[in-house]
């Protein structure tokens, strides 16, 4: 009876590490749990000159394919002047090089704004921590998002993921 535990478990730990494995290799993004969030995220983001806090609430972290690091959080900018706030409203943190649309971003730190486009459209902005544009986005809407959240990641079980801002989304996914 031990043995054929002991079995079992070999295999179960065999195919987890195989299911791992093809997940990795397809270039799947995992969403990580928030008590690794927690330990992670900072108070504050050092943004074009300012130091605006972060919203533990607004945030998600996510593992790459290569097992570096993507962390999203939406900043409060209460008190900060009203072209601050329209240009800022979260932040990036990478580890390693991401897509967000058709837009590849090198690791580093970004801040990040949108502005509607159109009834169905709003396109997303990303800075350099110098306020620098370094890339527009166009978004999709999906009517039928639910839960609706300020903010989200979904992973899809082929490992690819949607970056939403309310209904609105541009894919996320490793850059080559």
């Not at 072209?83 to 058709?102: D, P, R």
């Not at 620098?132 to 300020?150: G, I, M, Y």
Request: hydrophobic share 40%; net charge positive.
């Amino acid at each position: 009876m031990k043995a054929l535990n002991r079995l079992l478990t070999v295999l179960i730990l065999l195919i987890s590490v195989n299911l791992a494995a093809g997940a990795q290799g397809n270039g799947g993004i995992q969403l990580l749990p928030e008590e690794k969030v927690s330990k992670l995220l900072p108070a504050t983001v050092f943004l074009d000159g300012e130091n605006p806090p972060t919203q533990a609430r607004n945030t998600f972290l996510a593992q790459m394919p290569n097992g570096k690091l993507l962390l999203f959080t939406m900043i409060d900018t209460t008190g900060y002047s009203a072209a601050y706030q329209e240009k800022y409203i979260g932040a990036f943190l990478a580890q390693s090089a991401f897509k967000l649309g058709s837009a590849t971003l090198q690791p580093g730190a970004y801040g990040f704004g949108r502005k509607k486009s159109s009834a169905d459209s709003v396109t997303f902005f990303l800075y350099d921590i110098g306020g620098n544009k370094v890339a527009e986005v166009p978004t999709q809407k999906q009517e039928d998002l639910r839960p609706l959240k300020v903010v989200q990641l979904t992973v899809e079980k082929d490992g690819s993921a949607r970056f939403y801002l309310g209904p609105y989304y541009a894919s996320i996914s490793a850059a080559p």
